[in-house]
């Protein structure tokens, strides 16, 4: 009886093959339970790929809904976790906003003098960037948009005058607020000078 169970299992290479044609078509769906994508894959899988070859024995049928139940689980979480991982990659580097409600870039401008003018430099050099941000939003070159992310406004005004130094600027933003970069007097300086470049290249487009 032992043999025969043995002789009728699939060999490891087939039920490989088994499981990476069906895993490339696994999509995960954020309704369903994982338990309950799992059952309906296995279930598809048995209809088209284990009765087509005639059935197999307990044993193999044991070996297959096992081997294919592990491949759907690690697919599955390994999917939701590039998707958590990757909402929570744009959530950081969502542009930042204006430092008040009505996007007073004046305001904003005023906020990161006086920051810097504390030594609050990483601070200062965030709170230019916004009331720059705030500016081009005032003047119409971009649509005001929460969720957008500081190289999707790159990307939106490229071809534009202003598209080098908000390059610049974005890239000097990025490097204190996310790379953790050193800031100092110097790099506010910096930001600064960019910044202007940006709001009067808008100013005179």
Do not use: K
């Not at 309704?31 to 059952?39: A, D, E, H, K, R």
């Not at 598209?163 to 953790?180: D, I, K």
């Not at 800031?183 to 000078?193: C, H, I, L, S, V």
């Amino acid at each position: 009886m032992i043999a025969v169970a043995a002789a009728a299992r699939p060999a490891a290479d087939q039920i490989r093959r088994w499981a990476a044609e069906a895993v490339e078509g696994l999509r995960p769906d954020p309704v369903q339970s994982l338990w309950q994508q799992l059952l309906e894959q296995v279930a598809r899988w048995w209809d088209t790929i284990v009765l087509p070859t005639g059935g197999l024995s307990a044993g193999g049928a044991a070996a297959v809904v096992v081997a294919l139940l592990s491949v759907v689980a690690v697919a599955l979480l390994l999917r939701r976790t590039h998707i958590r991982m990757a909402h929570r990659s744009r959530a950081a580097h969502t542009s930042p906003q204006p430092e008040t409600e009505d996007g007073d870039p004046e305001v904003a401008r005023a906020a990161a003098a006086a920051l810097a003018a504390a030594g609050r430099y990483r601070d200062a050099v965030r709170a230019r960037y916004r009331a720059m941000l705030a500016e081009l939003e005032r003047r119409g070159a971009l649509p005001p948009c929460p969720a957008r992310t500081n190289w999707e406004a790159v990307a939106v005004l490229r071809t534009e005058p202003v598209g080098a130094p908000l390059w610049e600027a974005t890239t000097v933003f990025e490097r204190v607020w996310y790379g953790m970069a050193q800031a100092g007097p110097e790099t506010y300086a910096q930001a600064d000078r960019l910044c202007d470049a940006v709001e009067r290249a808008q100013a005179a487009a």
